[in-house]
């Protein structure tokens, strides 16, 4: 299966300041067409996981344009562009390169 | 807009099988591209893939749960379904079904159920 690392795993931060996760795969998510098989979801408290970004740089429908992802191959980030209060809660990385789908640990984000 | 919601016993005792349903409204689970998951997440940890079936019937799981998971698609009810054999405490965590379309990540949710495996 392939390995989902994230960085840091815990990410204080100030609101208006800019925010950036890390998500590194044991093997390359890029796929022949191009795209990166990699998504990104923010689990807030006491609620379920929700997408944000497929395809490691779309943004899902509703999610505001302050998130957005990049990388390619094995590396990939998360960047927040101005943090606000709602968006505490842990970030997950995903691949959906290979039918088992893995996550990454979490990343805890506070404020 | 599709939406999830599971059901099923909130209490199964060791060795028996958990069996969850997820209703899904506002969609088909037969929409071509379509698939349905299962993930599961231990009290205070990350989250685990257990499995998904797409529209086609066809079915992957997580070769960890070693042969004791099996996903179904229940086309008469809108449903699709979770069983779990043969489980320890070990398996109590909260249940979550989800969904997507093609690459475009899982984007539907259910709002999760606790399991607990306990006698």
């Known amino acids: 299966d392939i390995v989902m690392t994230q960085s840091p795993l815990s990410l204080p931060v100030t609101p208006g300041e800019p925010a950036s996760i890390s998500c590194r795969s044991s093997?390359?998510?890029?796929?022949?067409?191009?795209?990166?098989?990699l998504d990104w979801y923010l689990q807030k408290p006491g609620q379920s996981p929700q997408l944000l970004i497929y395809l490691g740089s779309h943004r899902a429908s509703g999610v505001p344009d302050r998130f957005s992802g990049s990388g390619s191959g094995t590396d990939f980030t998360l960047l927040i562009s101005r943090v606000e209060a709602d968006d505490v809660g842990v970030y997950y990385c995903?691949?959906?390169?290979?039918?088992?789908?893995?996550f990454g640990q979490g990343t805890k984000l506070e404020i | 807009q599709v939406q999830l919601q599971e059901s099923g016993p909130g209490l199964v005792k060791p060795s028996q099988t958990l069996s969850l349903s997820c209703t899904v409204s506002?969609?088909?689970?037969?929409?071509?591209?379509?698939?349905w998951s299962w993930i599961r997440q231990y009290p205070g940890k990350g989250l685990e893939w257990l499995g998904h079936?797409?529209?086609?019937?066809?079915?992957y799981y997580n070769s960890s749960l070693r042969g004791r998971v099996t996903i179904s698609v229940h086309t008469s009810t809108s449903q699709f379904s979770l069983r779990l054999s043969s489980v320890t405490a070990a398996d109590t965590a909260v249940y979550y079904c989800a969904s997507g379309i093609q690459a475009a990540g899982m984007s539907n949710w259910g709002q999760g159920t606790l399991v607990t495996v306990s006698s």
């Open positions: 093997q390359s998510l890029l796929q022949s067409n191009g795209y990166n098989s």
């Open positions: 506002g969609g088909s689970v037969q929409r071509i591209g379509s698939y």
């Open positions: 995903m691949q959906d390169l290979q039918t088992a789908r893995t």
């Open positions: 079936i797409y529209y086609s019937g066809t079915t």
